[in-house]
């Protein structure tokens, strides 16, 4: 589930699985309600299909939920398995007026993440077995050329969430369709990756951004801000969407 929800229309994301392995033929219905005031009010509902399209069945089912109001929310997730088998989870979460990471409309910020040609090896910035070749331009370089742009953040050795290195392959694989029109810059979560792992540190490029989950992606349009985002696992055809949204708009 999301931990950067607004008022307005959202992605809602939500995972589900049995004994730590993940469910992908699952039929899955989210309904919302608002608990601000401690007075629960049903708000919305939605099917969440699964989308897993390149991402090696680390996918994620996703409901389109629109939340009025800031504050405590609950989600009451209904999971009919393939065998028939129906269960309900109830999760609380909240809804913010503003979010801390940039949202959709804002300037994306001009960060000067490390390319190629500031470490010796682009194992130094990406923790990929093998590294990806999305490390030629900086955020501040590609807002400055006013590039249409991908930001995928992400660290494959070390993610806690287990989808960073399938998140970067779902990016990848819409590399060759897309690489004459969009910039893919992958911005590796930690610095200080080598030579020692252990003393791995936050990224400042994902302090400037105020991201603390990964991975996400970000699209950022011409004129520098950011088109969309998603935060978790995101498919590459849900990707493909957006980034075909962001072209078409110029």
């Not at 999760?91 to 993440?113: I, K, W, Y």
């Not at 990016?171 to 969009?182: F, G, N, W």
Request: with cysteine; proline share 8%; aromatic share 6%.
């Amino acid at each position: 589930m999301g931990t950067q929800l607004v008022v307005g229309t959202d992605r809602f994301p939500v995972g589900v699985s049995d004994r730590n392995t993940p469910i992908t033929d699952a039929a899955v219905h989210v309904r919302v309600f608002s608990t601000t005031g401690g007075v629960v009010t049903l708000k919305g509902e939605a099917d969440a299909p699964y989308r897993g399209a390149g991402l090696g069945g680390h996918g994620l089912y996703v409901a389109e939920l629109h939340f009025d109001v800031a504050g405590l929310w609950q989600a009451q997730i209904t999971t009919r398995l393939a065998d028939g088998t129906r269960s309900t989870a109830d999760l609380q979460f909240g809804v913010r007026n503003v979010s801390e990471v940039p949202m959709v409309g804002q300037p994306a910020p001009p960060s000067h993440n490390p390319t190629v040609a500031d470490v010796p090896d682009v194992s130094y910035i990406d923790s990929g077995q093998p590294p990806d070749d999305m490390h030629a331009l900086s955020i501040a370089d590609a807002i400055a050329q006013h590039r249409p742009t991908l930001v995928v953040f992400a660290t494959p050795a070390f993610c806690t969430s287990a989808t960073c290195g399938p998140q970067v392959q779902a990016v990848q694989a819409l590399e060759p369709a897309y690489r004459d029109r969009l910039t893919f810059i992958h911005v590796e979560v930690y610095t200080n990756i080598r030579p020692d792992p252990a003393q791995r540190r936050l990224a400042p490029t994902m302090t400037q951004w105020h991201l603390q989950t990964e991975p996400w992606v970000f699209l950022i349009n011409r004129q520098g801000n950011i088109a969309a985002e998603f935060e978790g696992a995101a498919a590459t055809d849900e990707l493909q969407q957006a980034v075909d949204q962001l072209l078409t708009a110029g």
